[in-house]
T-cell receptor, first 114, second 114 residues
Framework: AQSVAQPEDQVNVAEGNPLTVKCTYS??????LFWYVQYPNRGLQFLLK??????LVKGSYGFEAEFNKSQTSFHLKKPSALVSDSALYFC????????????FGKGTKLSVKP | NAGVTQTPKFQVLKTGQSMTLQCAQD?????MYWYRQDPGMGLRLIYY???????DKGEVPNGYNVSRLNKREFSLRLESAAPSQTSVYFC?????????????FGPGTRLTVT
């Protein structure tokens, strides 16, 4: 069965420090991976995706993610965190053989303190 | 472009009442989705419509029905609401087809069933 795991419910980072939000996946075939961000009382916003090609994917708001096939991971990173990055982050994988359906992780709450 | 819009934003129902959540997109997307979001559980797919005229069950379809009214609109109906359906409901759309496109989300409907 295809699945996505976000092992940390919450990540705390000081402003200006690098941040990492972890994601691992289990999928048959080639993985199509996504990161979304959700600010309080808002819908999800697309950050970036990996389909094929370079393992380092750059996205919106200075975020990037590194695809690691051997570790089945797709961790979200940012070199220097901002207080405004505080939000809920979701990793998702495309369901193989489906009509573009996504399977979401349970989310990681990122808290960036000044 | 408004993107994906949802109405209402908030709703309180009594157990056994019915209601329809409305969703519309103006991006000419083929595929549309309904999710529910519960704390600690991420997003779970209720129903989806790969293209106009088709609908399919997702992970948690029980207690819900959907209608793809036209290419723009995809509604979710609760025939007899139950407290377990208290949740935040998100509609999403994507271009669809075999390409791996990201999904675009509406702002959500916060539903409470008492």
């Amino acid at each position: 069965a295809q699945s996505v795991a976000q092992p940390e419910d919450q990540v705390n980072v000081a402003e200006g420090n690098p941040l990492t939000v972890k994601c691992t996946y289990s999928v048959s075939g080639n993985p199509y991976l996504f990161w979304y961000v959700q600010y309080p009382n808002r819908g999800l916003q697309f950050l970036l995706k990996y389909i094929t090609g370079d393992n380092l994917v750059k996205g919106s708001y200075g975020f990037e993610a590194e695809f690691n096939k051997s570790q089945t991971s797709f961790h979200l990173k940012k070199p220097s965190a901002l207080v405004s990055d505080s939000a809920l982050y979701f990793c998702a994988v495309r369901h193989g053989g489906s009509q573009g359906n996504l399977i979401f992780g349970k989310g990681t709450k990122l808290s960036v303190k000044p | 472009n408004a993107g994906v819009t949802q109405t209402p934003k908030f709703q309180v129902l009594k157990t056994g009442q019915s209601m329809t959540l409305q969703c519309a997109q103006d991006m000419n997307h083929n595929s549309m989705y309904w999710y529910r979001q519960d704390p600690g559980m991420g997003l779970r797919l209720i129903y989806y419509s790969a293209s106009e005229g088709t609908t399919d069950k997702g992970e948690v379809p029980n207690g819900y029905n959907v209608s793809r009214l036209n290419k723009r609109e995809f509604s979710l109906r609760l025939e007899s609401a139950a407290p377990s359906q208290t949740s935040v409901y998100f509609c999403a759309s994507s271009p669809g087809g075999t390409a791996t496109y990201e999904q675009y989300f509406g702002p959500g409907t916060r539903l409470t069933v008492t």
